[in-house]
């Protein structure tokens, strides 16, 4: 019952919030959206070019959307179509969770299989918080501040200063080029303050070919999910590329580094699946500015005067120039 | 006139007094409760590009990191907003850290 409530909940807000963007038919919008554009993942026991294919289904269904969404309402601005695309989703995650333990409820009754019901019964607890963070998602994205998701990108962003002038190095993702104790310094974040995430791996490998390789280190910050003793905002450093995609981005991320041999770092703040996706809190936004520290003194003590280093700030950038 | 009244009748009025004060009191528990979990400000801090004032504010709908504009009341200068969070009061730990 609560599960439907959230649903309808999330549907109520998610109108609400598309009336005072003046869109037509909001609920229309919705409903042609939910249960539709769905994607088949790439067949996976012929490996060969997977990750291409993969990519290319990403990419088309990402088109799809947003060419749904400007058939709808035209002469919306690039910032509102990306809310409404995320409105969109939200309510399709919130009536898929719905649907998949109806499903399974219904064959427990059906079937008198009472091992399904018990299962149902031990986990309804956290499908109920999940669903929840979705549902106050809606009102998060719906407000427009940026979100615990936003954290490697608001990290980059605080690197940046008062620094402007970014150019668009691939879709929906920013260039910035800067100076930092006399390093050059490229940042790489998603096209804010809209809430998109952009092609990171994409802009990565664009930047790395283009400089021919001339870079001495490559710094990536994300959010990474915490484990329940864990506190929010904690901030950990590692090596690898630090993003949370389906694969391209960062096989993208870590084949410029490997072919270049550029040392890849990755520095994480952890929070719960709830804050990722809902407006940030104070306590990862403290891990932000520890993570710009460690940042910070990562390029200072492992590169040189003169050296040109790259910070990929990956996340939603909603909020966030 | 209380003492007139048949036991039973008193019997029955206060349970309907018990049941409906649990009632009233869990309800008031309830709305409290989804008000502690509502409660927490978005808070917008702004940087003077000039002087370094910071002025910490309740956050409006349309800024973002990075937007600069607004004059800062110290010098004059431009201020830029440079984080906004959620400021919520501290949750009692459950988890064993």
């Known amino acids: 019952m609560e599960l439907i409530e959230f649903e309808e909940e ?61 058939d709808k309402v035209p002469n919306v601005s690039e910032i509102d179509r990306q809310r409404i695309e995320v409105l969109l989703e939200l309510n399709s995650v919130l009536t898929y969770i719905n649907k998949v333990v109806k499903h399974y409820y219904n064959l427990g009754v059906k079937f008198n299989d009472w091992i399904m019901m018990m299962q149902l019964a031990l986990q ?25 998701d936003g954290a490697g990108a608001l990290v980059a962003r605080m690197l940046l200063g008062n620094v402007s002038g970014a150019s668009e190095i691939a879709p929906e993702t920013v260039l910035y080029e800067t100076s930092f104790e006399g390093r050059k310094l490229y940042v790489i974040k998603a096209k804010g303050p809209g809430p ?83 407006t940030m809190t104070k306590q990862v936004y403290e891990g932000v500015v520890r993570a710009a520290d ?9 590169t040189r005067e003169g050296d040109a280093v790259v910070v990929v700030g990956v996340g939603n950038t909603l909020g966030i120039e | ?56 504010k309740p956050y409006d709908k349309g800024e973002y990191v990075g937007r600069v504009g607004e004059k800062c009341p110290k010098c004059g200068g431009e201020m830029m907003v440079t984080a906004i969070y959620l400021e919520t009061p501290p949750q009692p730990q459950e988890a064993i850290s």
């Not at chain 1, 791996?201 to 959010?223: M, N, Q, Y």
């Not at chain 1, 460690?294 to 492992?302: E, G």
Request: aromatic content about 6%; charged content about 30%; glycine content about 6%.
């Open chain 1, 10 to 70: 999330g549907r109520r807000k998610s109108i609400k919030y598309l009336k005072d963007m003046n869109l037509p038919n909001p609920k229309t919008l919705i409903d042609d959206y939910v249960d539709n554009f769905f994607m088949i993942f790439p067949v996976e026991r012929e490996p060969i070019d997977v990750i291409k294919r993969l990519k290319h289904l990403l990419r088309t269904r990402d088109e799809a959307v947003k060419r749904y969404v400007l």
């Open chain 1, 124 to 148: 309804i607890n956290q499908i109920v918080r999940l669903a929840k963070a979705y549902r106050d998602a809606i009102d998060s994205f719906g407000v427009g501040a940026p979100i615990g």
């Open chain 1, 196 to 278: 998109t995430v952009g092609w990171p791996g994409e802009a990565l490998e664009k930047l790395v070919d283009s400089l021919e390789c001339r870079i001495s280190r490559i710094i990536t910050v994300d959010a990474a999910l915490k484990l329940e003793s864990e506190k929010s905002g904690e901030v950990a450093y590692g090596v690898g590329a630090a993003i949370g995609d389906l694969g391209p981005e960062k096989i993208a991320m870590e084949r410029i580094a490997s072919k270049c041999s550029v040392p890849l770092d990755a520095v994480v703040i952890k929070m719960s699946n709830e804050e990722a996706i809902n």
């Open chain 1, 294 to 302: 460690i940042v910070k003194n990562t390029i200072l003590s492992k």
């Open chain 2, 1 to 56: 006139m209380l003492l007139e009244l048949d036991p039973l009748y008193i019997l029955l009025i206060a349970i309907i007094v018990f049941l409906s004060s649990y009632l009233l009191i869990s309800y008031l528990r309830e709305s409290s409760t989804q008000k502690k979990e509502e409660k927490g400000k978005i808070v917008t801090v702004k940087k003077c590009l000039s002087c370094n004032y910071v002025l910490n």
